[in-house]
Structures are given as C-alpha cells and as structure tokens.
C-alpha cells in the first residue's frame, strides 16, 4: 500500500527564518514526487516535483526539497520566509499502474509565518 | 491560457436534491480526478477517469456520479444519498509520464 505523511500537521516560524517541511512516503516501486501549496478557497498550486535526476529539485517561490531514497522522504525547505508564504502545502506521490496515474497525497502541513 | 475551470464557486444544496459541478480544462489531458476536501484534511478521491467514456471509483464514490462524454469536461453529480456533502471539491487533470496534476480553483458547496 502507498502512503504519504506529512510529520508536522502546524509549523509556525518568523519571517525571514528557515524553514523545512517534512514529508515521509512508502512504496516498493519507483515514484515521482511532488509539493504543492494551497491558500484559502483556492486550488493547489505545483511548487515543485521530483521524477528523476537531480535529487535537489527547486521550484517556485524560492522553495526547494531533497528526494532521498534510501529514508523515503521529500522534505521542503525555504531559507528565508516571508508573509506571504503562509497557506496550507501538501506532499504527493504518484505512481503509474495499469489503469493509469494514481496520486496520494498527504494530510498537509500549515505553515504560518509570524511577522 | 490553458488550465482548469471549475464552477460555480459557491454552491448550495437542499435536501432531498442532486446538485452538478461542472469541471471543464483544455489542457489535452486524458486523466481528471475529483477529490473531496474537509477543513483540515487532505484530499480524499472520489472518482477518476483515464479515458472518454470511462471513468473508475476512488476511495469515497458513495453517493456520488460522474460522466466523462468529452475529453474536456468531467462533471460530477452529488446525489441526494450523500449525507454529508458539504466539502471543498476539487478536480484536477494530468498528462502522461509521471506529469503532476493541474487543480482547479474548487467549489464549495454547502447545505440549506
């Protein structure tokens, strides 16, 4: 069975202080992995993805994440947050299975951003 | 520009009666999902489809109804057996090869 878990469901942090949202998954076969960032009452924006290469991946808004296979995880990092980066992101993983791509997604994590 | 549009945004729903969604993207994309989303949770899928004129439950179907005629358009249909339909719905697509999903901006839909 595939699951995804995001470790902390609040992470409240100052501005312009580092960040690092983690992000667990189990599966026995390859994934691609993904984060995604949600405001409120909007859909979910791509932040950035990992299908191969690189195991450093960056991606919008100055976020970037580590793809490590031996732990299975996908942690998000930020160096320096701002106001804006508060919102609700969540991790994914999908796989491809016969009947098609199959996402699963995490429980999502709340970033707050104090002034 | 390509994306997904989901409407309306706001929908209220009484009891006893079917309300649509309507999810429509002109992303060529073969794959639509929708999933449900209740404050604090992550997202839980109801129905997806891989292909027009086909379409698989996810892990919450009950209650709910899909069709997918075009290629474009994947609407879903909460039906009265839903008890508790009032949720954020979001429907998404993707392309093939591991390509992420695009969403929608979702819609909200609450009971009378």
């Known amino acids: 069975a595939q699951s995804v878990t995001q470790l902390d469901s609040q992470v409240p942090v100052f501005e312009e202080a580092p960040v690092e949202l983690r992000c667990n998954y189990s599966?026995?076969?390859?994934?691609?992995l993904f984060w995604y960032v949600q405001y409120p009452n909007q859909g979910l924006q791509l932040l950035l993805k990992?299908?191969?290469?690189?195991?450093l991946v960056k991606g919008i808004n100055g976020f970037e994440a580590e793809f490590n296979k031996s732990q299975t995880s996908f942690h998000l990092r930020k160096p320096s947050v701002h106001i804006s980066d508060t919102a609700e992101y969540f991790c994914?993983?999908?796989?491809?299975?016969?009947?098609?791509?199959?996402?699963?997604f995490g429980t999502g994590t709340s970033l707050t951003v104090i002034p | 520009d390509g994306g997904i549009t989901q409407s309306p945004k706001y929908l209220f729903r009484k009891e006893g009666q079917n309300v649509t969604l309507s999810c429509e993207q002109n992303?060529?994309?073969?794959?639509m999902y929708w999933y449900r989303q209740d404050p604090g949770q992550g997202l839980r899928l109801i129905y997806y489809?891989?292909?027009?004129?086909?379409?698989q439950k996810g892990d919450i179907a009950e209650g709910y109804s899909v069709s997918r005629e075009k290629k474009e358009s994947f609407p879903l249909t909460v039906t009265s057996a839903q008890k508790n339909p009032t949720a954020f719905y979001l429907c998404?697509?993707?392309?093939?090869?591991?390509?992420?999903?695009?969403f929608g901006d979702g819609t909200r839909l609450s009971i009378l």
């Open positions: 992303l060529n994309h073969d794959a």
């Open positions: 489809s891989q292909i027009v004129n086909d379409f």
């Open positions: 990992y299908l191969s290469g690189s195991t």
């Open positions: 998404a697509s993707t392309g093939t090869g591991g390509q992420p999903q695009h």
């Open positions: 599966s026995s076969v390859s994934v691609y």
């Open positions: 994914a993983v999908s796989l491809t299975w016969n009947t098609g791509n199959q996402f699963y």
